[in-house]
């Protein structure tokens, strides 16, 4: 039988009906303003409640019918902008080999979502579990590990931030230590000019710990855009995604989360930004020669 309008027959125009209703669908819960939903069952007032089994905005007053009534008596009543998260998170998702067909189904052995015809032709010999309950499991291991590398990232922000210190007063101390062996060798004699330029070297110590700054500076930037990142997409991932798409995602993401929370960081400067030049009086020139402008470090 071929259909008047797809040349591809019944099961082509099935699919963009199908998918019609979906769009129809998005659009009609991305337009709806939570401060003026009509209750569906009086369709008089403005809807404060939520039945999460019928997915119906209630009213107060009709709210209170529907938990005394027998046929609704064990329905879940909720607050409406809590429903209307429910019914987003909850949408259904559909088979891309068979698209009027929900997934339902996640197997296990492939770590991919499945509807019935694909349990039945596909996977009929592996595990497999309802999509639900390996989303609501999901949700359960990313939750805590998210909090807890999101808490790491606060302890890393600032300790970046600690690293930025260190380095500006790393570079104030060596040019304050560079101008008062400057100010200390233009009132020696030529005799003093090899030793001169021997604590001048302080360069050298400024170069390397500056370098061990930054590299450890770097990586903590690099671990704290990756945390945030990976945070950001949890978060939305929790948040927005479907059931299939949080449980296809668990391999990838918790991987992720465990290795930047396991990760060891050290969140102190590696080496000291302190540099100090012992300053000697001009009567004592004479003495401290040998001893001269000892470099301090921490």
């Given amino acids: ?5 797809s040349a591809d027959g019944i099961a082509a125009l099935n699919v963009e009906l199908f998918t019609f209703d979906m769009w129809e669908r998005e659009v009609k819960a ?3 303003d939570p401060n003026n939903i009509q209750c569906e069952t ?13 997915t119906q905005p209630l009213c107060e007053a009709c709210g209170r019918i529907h938990k005394r009534s027998k046929v609704s008596a064990s ?36 770590q991919v979502s ?4 694909c349990s039945l032709l596909k996977h009929s010999l592996h595990a497999t579990r309802p999509i639900g309950e390996v989303a609501h499991e999901t949700r359960a291991r990313l ?12 302890l890393v922000s600032e300790a970046v931030e600690g690293m930025a210190a260190s380095l ?15 100010a200390q060798f233009d009132t020696l004699t030529r005799l003093l000019s090899r030793r001169q330029a021997e604590l001048l070297q302080i360069s050298d110590t400024h170069d390397i710990r500056e370098k061990a700054l930054r590299l450890q500076k770097e990586f903590l930037e690099d671990a704290l855009l990756a945390m945030v990142h990976t945070c950001q997409f949890t978060t939305t991932l929790l948040g927005e995604a479907t059931d299939a798409e949080v449980a296809t995602s668990l391999a990838g993401i918790l991987a992720r989360l465990e290795t930047l929370h396991d990760q060891e960081m050290l969140l102190v400067p590696e080496v000291s930004p302190v540099i100090r030049i012992t300053e000697l009086d001009d009567s004592q020139i004479s003495k401290a020669l040998n001893s001269f402008g000892k470099v301090a470090t921490e």
């Fill in 1 to 5: 039988m071929k259909c008047p309008i």
């Fill in 30 to 32: 991305a337009s709806r």
């Fill in 42 to 54: 009086c369709e008089e007032t403005v809807a404060s409640l939520y039945c999460t089994q019928c």
């Fill in 75 to 110: 329905h879940v009543v909720v607050e409406l902008a809590q429903g209307l998260v429910q019914e987003q998170t909850c949408r259904p998702s559909f088979c891309p080999d068979h698209p009027s067909l929900e997934l339902k189904g996640y197997c296990k052995t492939c």
């Fill in 114 to 117: 499945t509807c019935s015809e």
């Fill in 143 to 154: 939750q805590p590990l998210s909090a807890k590398v999101s808490e790491k990232s606060n």
């Fill in 168 to 182: 500006t007063e790393l570079r104030s101390n060596t040019d304050e230590a560079e101008a008062c062996i400057t």
